[in-house]
T-cell receptor, first 112, second 111 residues
Framework: GEEVAQTPKHLVRGEGQKAKLYCAPI?????VFWYQQVLKNEFKFLIS????????ETGMPKERFSAKCLPNSPCSLEIQATKLEDSAVYFC??????????FGQGTRLTVV | QKEVEQDPGPLSVPEGAIVSLNCTYS??????FMWYRQYSRKGPELLMY????GNKEDGRFTAQVDKSSKYISLFIRDSQPSDSATYLC???????????FGAGTRLAVHP
């Protein structure tokens, strides 16, 4: 597709439940980035992929967060045992070269 | 020290004003500089990106990079109420593995 598609738009989970978010990058783009945006607009980098390989995962809280980008499937970001502080908007972006990155509309996760 | 610093504002200007938005960065090795616009409850929209130093113009928008002072700017001419949004500067890290964002500046253009 011509835009980054993120699903679902909204997700509500009880504390301790699992959350799974999906991202379909723009066709032909080999880089995928995940970001978390909390209330004050700060974008926190989580993880990036080059094709299906993890490029940089320095931002991931590894004990509960995991992500994958498998061939012919949307990329996914999974949070096991969600906590209240995981409430945020999660954005995915894709890029052909690594430089120009195009963002999806985000998934708003609310943990109650 | 943050790698990218941006004044969060808010910045309020009258319609028609020239707006100047700025960021500073710490790593002289950075080469790619981006400006995004984000409307409320939407994803960031790429406005412009610049490689290395110099200016780039697109309609009412001009992006400027001064690598000697590690300073990047976005100028908006003839600002419109529809320009009211949060503007984020972003820099591609040296390994091309992530974008590093500034805090974002909230801009309000009033009629």
């Amino acid at each position: 597709g011509e835009e980054v598609a993120q699903t679902p738009k909204h997700l509500v989970r009880g504390e301790g439940q699992k959350a799974k978010l999906y991202c379909a990058p723009i066709k032909g783009h080999s880089y995928v980035f995940w970001y978390q945006q909390v209330l004050k607009n700060e974008f926190k980098f989580l993880i990036s992929f080059q094709n299906e390989n993890v490029f940089d995962e320095t931002g991931m809280p590894k004990e509960r967060f995991s992500a994958k980008c498998l061939p012919n499937s949307p990329c996914s970001l999974e949070i096991q045992a969600t906590k209240l502080e995981d409430s945020a908007v999660y954005f995915c972006a894709s890029s052909q070269s690594g430089a120009e990155a195009f963002f999806g509309q985000g998934t708003r996760l609310t943990v109650v | 020290q943050k790698e990218v610093e941006q004044d969060p504002g808010p910045l309020s200007v009258p319609e028609g004003a020239i707006v100047s938005l700025n960021c500073t960065y710490s790593n002289s090795a950075f080469q790619y500089f981006m400006w995004y616009r984000q409307y409320s409850r939407k994803g960031p929209e790429l406005l412009m990106y610049t490689y290395s130093s110099g200016n780039k113009e697109d309609g009412r928008f001009t992006a400027q990079v001064d690598k000697s002072s590690k300073y990047i700017s976005l100028f908006i001419r003839d600002s419109q109420p529809s320009d009211s949004a949060t503007y984020l500067c972003a820099i591609l890290s040296g390994g091309y593995n992530k974008l590093i964002f500034g805090a974002g500046t909230r801009l309000a253009v009033h009629p």
